[in-house]
């Protein structure tokens, strides 16, 4: 399994992860192959390595 962390600096994470992660949440829903983890100033994605590909 892979994982890469995403470091959210410039902006209030509330904006990226929405109240109560409602945006984390969609993402999920969107990408059910992915583990999603938010903490702090983070996005933590684990999958596999053709998943976690950028497009």
């Given at each position: 399994m892979n994982e890469r962390?995403?470091?959210i600096?410039?902006?209030n994470?509330?904006?990226i992860f929405?109240?109560?992660d409602?945006?984390?949440d969609q993402?999920?829903?969107?990408?059910p192959k992915i583990k999603i983890i938010a903490?702090?100033?983070n996005i933590k994605v684990m999958g596999k390595a053709e998943e976690l590909r950028p497009v």
């Open positions: 962390t995403i470091e600096a410039a902006v994470p509330v904006h929405g109240v109560n409602a945006n984390i993402l999920r829903k969107y990408f903490r702090g100033n």
